[in-house]
């Protein structure tokens, strides 16, 4: 079985490439890919090479395959999973396999046959052994490759914590119809963020969520209303803080001074995490969601407030497990839909090139389908392209139909349609 993937080489060294996969063992799982959405992470790991954690230290000769937020179809299964997969089924990824003899291993970091930028791959053991292969109900692929990146949120949302005065508990989870604030927010991932606010099991009475973008601040208000929210008992508020004197005495006002529960920071800039500090009430929970690259990366931080008034800093990387099934579970019933996250598309052989800019291309989530040949295009541009494209002019007529957003039937638009690679 031949396929086509994207593989590091080294720093700055990606390269799409054809070649055979060997025949899978009797604990291994055949697959193909068919959506994959590009992550900072991947980044990260290509600017870095082999001094990233998770990539290992002979990539010159031996390269992996990138991209960890995949969803496919199962291929052919080996005789020791045949009695849990079957050919057919669609699947997606948990990455983070915490496995003992290697934590950092990870799909789309660490091996060489498996990752979501290829066509075809081999799912190794592990991944089955750590129940990190997951079965995917819904009906269109991006969702599946959207549950990593919501994991993370949810994984996120479960870890902040509060306590009772006098009790030495901690109660996991932000706080029911408390006050919520989330900084930094109108980007891919919080975007999100609001819609878990808003629609999990646990909705805050009170979301105010912050940007110095004025566009990506309309678009997320566009998306998630006022008016649905209050319908599930959240006041949201979106504020532009680019032009607001004092900003910290501002979002104060919308608690009565009172303080916010659950401050999530969506941005690692220091100036963020010192105001999300000082905006915390009694027991607030300040939850460092962004991810620096800056190893030294530090803030100030109130110790009076920590020791007096209780309040706490937790941060999490990634989601677990149950995280994504929770958020597999809640796409598949249309609670939450991240489709707002995505606002370009491409096919494989575009993954390079956006992989190693993506700090420089604005907008949220790039999302890939690796069977077919698409530059790297902008949802927002499908109408203007459509001029000369049909392609494209029915895609906007989908997305239009759609509020603007990605849908199945824009998916399966595009795979009938494109160019396969």
């Known amino acids: 079985m031949k396929t086509k993937a994207v593989r590091l080489y080294g720093k700055n060294d990606l390269r799409l490439e054809e070649f055979e996969l060997p025949p899978i063992k009797e604990d291994e799982i055949l697959a193909k890919v068919i959506s994959d959405s590009l992550c900072m992470s991947s980044y990260k790991a290509a600017i870095q090479g082999s001094e990233h954690k998770r990539v290992p230290k002979n990539i010159d000769k031996n390269p992996v395959i990138i991209g960890h937020e995949f969803c496919g179809q199962i291929v052919e299964v080996g005789k020791k999973w045949q009695d849990k997969f079957k050919p057919g089924d669609k699947f997606t990824v948990q990455p983070a396999l915490n496995l003992k003899d290697n934590p950092y291993a990870a799909p789309g970091y660490s091996f060489q046959y498996i990752g979501g930028d290829a066509t075809y791959i081999i799912i190794p053991n592990e991944v089955m052994e750590q129940n990190c292969l997951l079965k995917y109900e819904g009906d269109a692929f991006f969702y599946g490759s959207l549950a990593e990146p919501m994991s993370c949120i949810i994984g996120a949302f479960h870890a902040s914590y509060h306590t009772e005065p006098g009790k030495y508990i901690h109660r996991m989870g932000t706080l029911e119809n408390g006050f919520m604030t989330i900084l930094a927010g109108a980007g891919p991932m919080g975007l999100g963020a609001i819609d878990y606010a808003v629609h999990g099991p646990k909705p805050p009475k009170l979301l105010v969520v912050t940007d110095i973008n004025q566009e990506r601040l309309d678009r997320a208000a566009s998306i998630y209303t006022q008016e649905d929210a209050k319908k599930h008992g959240v006041d949201?508020?979106?504020?532009?803080?680019?032009?607001?004197?004092?900003?910290?005495?501002?979002?104060?006002?919308?608690?009565?001074?009172?303080?916010?529960?659950?401050?999530?920071v969506f941005a690692p800039v220091r100036e963020l995490v010192e105001l999300a500090d000082r905006i915390l009430a009694r027991d607030g929970c300040l939850n460092f969601f962004a991810g620096p690259s800056d190893p030294n990366f530090s803030a100030l931080l109130n110790f009076y407030n920590v020791h007096y008034n209780s309040t706490h800093v937790v941060g999490t990387s990634g989601g677990n497990t149950d995280d994504m099934i929770e958020a597999l579970d809640l796409m598949a019933k249309g609670v939450v839909n991240p489709a707002a996250m995505i606002t370009?598309?491409?096919?494989?052989?575009?993954?390079?090139?956006?992989?190693?800019?993506?700090?420089?291309?604005?907008?949220?989530?790039?999302?890939?389908?690796?069977?077919?040949?698409?530059?790297?295009?902008?949802?927002?541009?499908?109408?203007?392209?459509?001029?000369e494209n049909p392609l494209f002019a029915e895609l906007a007529k989908i997305v239009e139909r759609n509020n603007g957003l990605w849908c199945k039937e824009a998916e399966d638009f595009l795979l009938e349609n494109a160019k396969k690679i």
Do not use: M, W
């Not at 598309?345 to 390079?352: F, Q, Y």
């Not at 069977?371 to 001029?387: P, R, Y």
């Open 236 to 264: 949201l508020y979106y504020v532009n803080t680019a032009n607001i004197d004092n900003v910290e005495n501002y979002l104060l006002s919308f608690t009565d001074g009172r303080g916010f529960d659950d401050v999530f």
């Open 344 to 387: 370009h598309i491409g096919g494989l052989n575009c993954v390079a090139q956006t992989t190693l800019n993506l700090p420089k291309i604005p907008g949220g989530k790039k999302l890939i389908y690796t069977n077919i040949e698409l530059d790297l295009v902008a949802i927002e541009d499908f109408k203007e392209k459509g001029k």
